[in-house]
């Protein structure tokens, strides 16, 4: 994949279809057209556009964390002792194998190379995943962790 694609070019009607997607990804054909002011089949037609050029990537549930029992969430920022690609490579492959880890991002200007997301049950299932599974990583020098207290804010892309 390459590190920058090319900007796609949207009009008043495509970032209206993307914005309400964002918020109400079930909504139907015929409904999203007559909130953008388009009859159904181009309305139709623009949605299979942007699917097919991937400014949207696909669709999900929101889901309840806490209802399944997931009550902890917990942003890390992760130090690596060397910065090499292989070192990197496995760390993000092994990352990729732990479904508590939600989003993994390579950041600058912390003294850490990762930032993670992981939602777990409690402190015992963080525990756990910290000292069996994170730390043990090859490369892995320095875990800092900060536990988030409540969800202030949380949207999609603005169009």
Known sequence: MPVHEERAILDRYDHAILQILQQEGRISNQELADRIGLSPSPCLRRVRALEEGGLIRGYRALVDAKRLGL???VILHISMDRHTPERFENFERRIAELPQVLECLIITGQDADYQLRVLVEDMDAYHDLLLHHI?????VTGVHSSFVL??????????
């Open 71 to 73: 009550n902890l969430t």
């Open 135 to 139: 730390t043990r990583i090859e490369g």
């Open 150 to 159: 409540r969800k202030v804010l949380e949207r999609g892309v603005a169009c």
